[in-house]
């Protein structure tokens, strides 16, 4: 199943985890197991499609293990991590 | 065998000018402080050699993925965690490049916090290699110097002029 994200998705998975944007596109910080993630996310709109390729490797910095499990946190608001 | 000798700081010290002599034309100095209890030891060596090491040691590996639906590429270096973004493969790649050039700076600045980041301890020598660089162009040839598509990317953009 394709998993689909916008930028307003990402920024939200990431403000979710802790991270902070700190320029244009850099965003970092630590998540609630005091493991530091980093990530560049360009802003052309919240509502804006990622590519797929960019997805994978955000999640993949993210910590997540794949898109499937970025998108289950997505829509999973009990999840932490 | 050991063939690596160790001077203390303050012999060092006072041999500083021929050390640095020595170590241009390829001898190693190790320095560390004999007094203390940590084992924490400092190699002068010439940095033609050390830049000479980290170049041939660690090549970049950037992995292409070009969307299926046509509106774009993503181009990402695996052992560095980051990624670039963008319509065309040129443009993906510079975009990798301000990004790789953004985090070199960072973690240059702030090397004993990733120090301590266990998936980030190891990217010293490819930042240090970029950290030498002067301009985005070059960083561009060097992510691309294993990888001939980028490599033709960034030729037919030089030819456009």
């Keep these: 199943m394709p998993y689909q994200f916008t930028t307003g998705n990402i920024k939200s998975i990431a403000k979710r985890l802790g991270l ?28 804006v499609p990622i590519l797929t390729g960019t997805a994978k490797q955000q999640a993949k910095q993210m910590g997540f293990k794949d898109l499937e499990d970025m998108y289950d946190f997505f829509i999973n608001s009990r999840r932490k991590r | 065998m050991n063939l690596l000798k160790e001077k203390s700081i303050s012999i060092a010290k006072q041999d500083f000018p021929n050390i640095v002599r020595q ?31 980290l170049d041939r040691g660690y090549k970049f590996n950037p ?13 990402s270096i695996d052992e560095l965690l980051i990624h670039g973004e963008g319509p065309t493969l040129i443009s993906a790649l510079n975009d990798l490049a301000e990004n790789l050039m953004d985090y070199a700076e ?5 090397i004993d ?15 240090r290699r970029i950290a030498k660089l002067t301009d985005i162009d070059q960083v561009m040839e060097v992510i691309a110097e294993c990888h001939t598509n980028l490599q033709q990317a960034i030729l037919n953009q030089s030819q456009k002029g």
């Design chain 2, 63 to 75: 992995t292409i993925e070009e969307d299926s639906d046509g509106h774009g590429y993503t181009i």
């Design chain 2, 106 to 110: 960072d973690y240059l600045t702030r």
């Design chain 1, 20 to 47: 902070q944007q700190v320029n244009s596109k850099k965003w970092n910080g630590t998540d609630i197991n005091g493991n530091f993630w980093q990530t560049y996310i360009h802003d052309h709109g919240d509502g």
């Design chain 2, 113 to 127: 916090f990733f120090r301590q980041i266990e998936n980030r301890k190891n990217h010293y020598p490819y930042l």
């Design chain 2, 23 to 53: 170590a241009a034309k390829g001898h190693e100095t190790i320095t560390r402080n004999f007094k203390s209890s940590n084992h924490e030891k400092v190699s002068i060596i010439s940095t033609d050699i050390y830049e000479e090491i």
